[in-house]
């Protein structure tokens, strides 16, 4: 069966990076696609970008030149980096699998907040 | 950025009822491919978001037979047939076809 977990800080500070892990069991990460997901307070939900099997990526323009997605294929986990973030990044973060986000984390809240 | 228009924003619902969500596209989801990336997710209080529908009326692994997802062009609906007590929550559309992806903001399924 896949799963996904989400790990990393509750808190960071404005202006500097969030930084967070998804480990993947039960499916390998060189096939398909991996994909990140945000849920702010309310009902928004924002997809924040994927990376492929192959290792390309592809990025919600909104977050413009903030974001990075990067992987580690030896330990089948993929990263998400967001940079100089501030209080409007405050939100739930989760990993999912596939284009269509067929498997999802259970999520990790992150406050920014000094 | 496709946007993605749900209706109702709230649906309130007794157990038994049939209950229809809309979801209008600002653009075709046809892709070049042929295919339509429509889904529908529906997120239980406490729980992640999970596929219910994908490919407009595709029902996901383990989904039940009383969801079910129509619709074509820029114009879909997922109908829940006799609503169950597990079916509360909030219900997402979200196309795939357009790069950046985009969610639609949502339809609150509660109890009258």
């Known amino acids: 069966e896949v799963q996904l977990q989400e790990s990393g800080p509750g808190l960071v500070k404005p202006s500097q990076s969030l930084s967070l892990t998804c480990s993947v069991t039960?499916?390998?990460?060189?096939?398909?696609?991996w994909g990140w997901i945000r849920k702010f307070p309310g009902n928004k939900m924002e997809w924040m970008g994927y990376i492929s099997y192959s290792g390309s990526t592809s990025y919600n323009p909104s977050l413009k030149s903030r974001i990075s997605i990067t992987r580690d294929t030896s330990k089948n986990q993929f990263f998400l980096q967001l940079n100089s973030v501030t209080t409007e990044d405050t939100a739930t973060y989760y990993c999912a699998r596939s284009y269509n986000l067929d498997y999802w984390g259970q999520g990790v809240m992150v406050t920014v907040s000094s | 950025d496709v946007v993605l228009t749900q209706t109702p924003v709230a649906q309130p619902v007794t157990l038994g009822d049939q209950a229809s969500i809309s979801c209008r596209s600002s653009q075709s989801l046809v892709h070049s491919n042929g295919n339509t990336y429509l889904e529908w997710y529906l997120q239980k209080p406490g729980q992640s978001p999970q596929l219910l529908i994908y490919k407009v009326s595709n029902r996901f692994s383990g989904v039940p037979d009383r969801f079910i997802g129509s619709g074509s062009g820029s114009d879909f609906t997922l109908k829940i047939s006799r609503v169950e007590p597990e079916d509360l929550g909030v219900y997402y559309c979200?196309?795939?076809?357009?790069?950046?992806?985009?969610f639609g903001a949502g339809t609150k399924l509660e109890l009258k």
């Open positions: 039960g499916y390998s990460i060189t096939s398909n696609y």
């Open positions: 979200f196309q795939a076809t357009h790069d950046p992806y985009t």
